[in-house]
C-alpha cells in the first residue's frame, strides 16, 4: 500500500525549501491557465497550488481525502479573503463533482499515492470538460533524501503508459523542478486545433 502524506508534517508542504525546488508559479505558468479555466486540484494538501491557481483561474475545486489538511487550506482562505476556491472532501477512488466541470484537473505529487490509479483517471474524464486537460505532476524516480522512498515513486514513462491506457494523450512533458516532472494529457478523442 502506497502512503499517504503525514497530515503533521503539513508544514513541510508549505516550506520555502519546496518553493525553490518546486515553484508553484513557473508550474501554473507551464500550464497555459485562463481567467475562464475550472482548475480542479486533486489532492490539494494545504493549498500548495490551490491558492496561487485561484488568482489565475475562474474557479478552484481544492480536493483531498484528509479533512486536515482542508481544514488548514480554509484557514488560509478566510484569512487572505480568496472566494473562489472551494474545498472539497474526496474519496479515493471517486470525484465527487459533476460531469464535465474541469478545465484542468491537476495532480501534484499525488498519482504514486493513488491504490486505485484507474477508477481516478475513469473519474478523471468523466469530470473533463472537451478540451480538457490531466496535469500530472510527481517525483522522479531518484535517490534523494526527501520525498517518498524510491519504491513507491513512478517514473514519467510509467504514468504516461497508465494514462494512455485509460485514454489520455500525452500533448506535453518537461520538467517541473530538478525532481519532479509535469506532464499534461487530453482525452485520446479530443481534436487539436
Known sequence: MAHKFDVRSAEVLDSPDRKRFLDPDSVLDK??????????????????????ASFRVKKVYALDVQQ???????????????????????????????????????MANVFHELE?????????????S???????????????????????????GEVIAICTDAGFKLREQSDAGPYN???????ANEKLV
Not at 486505485?116 to 473533463?128: A, N, P, Q, Y
Not at 516532472?181 to 482525452?187: D, K, R, V
Open 68 to 106: 486536515e489538511m482542508l481544514d488548514i487550506l480554509h484557514g488560509k482562505i478566510k484569512k487572505q479573503g480568496i472566494t473562489n476556491i472551494e474545498t472539497v472532501l474526496s474519496e479515493e477512488s471517486s470525484i465527487p463533482l459533476p460531469d464535465g466541470c474541469a478545465d484542468v484537473l491537476f
Open 31 to 52: 500550464i497555459g491557465l485562463r481567467k475562464e479555466t475550472i482548475f480542479v486540484d486533486l489532492g490539494c494538501g494545504t493549498g500548495y497550488f490551490s491558492i496561487p
Open 130 to 156: 472537451s478540451g480538457g486537460r490531466l496535469v500530472i505532476i510527481d517525483w522522479k524516480k531518484i535517490e534523494m533524501d526527501f520525498g517518498p522512498p524510491i519504491e513507491e515513486r513512478l517514473t514519467a
Open 181 to 187: 516532472y509535469l506532464l499534461i494529457f487530453g482525452t
Open 116 to 128: 486505485d490509479r484507474g477508477s481516478i483517471l475513469e473519474e478523471g474524464k468523466r469530470i473533463l
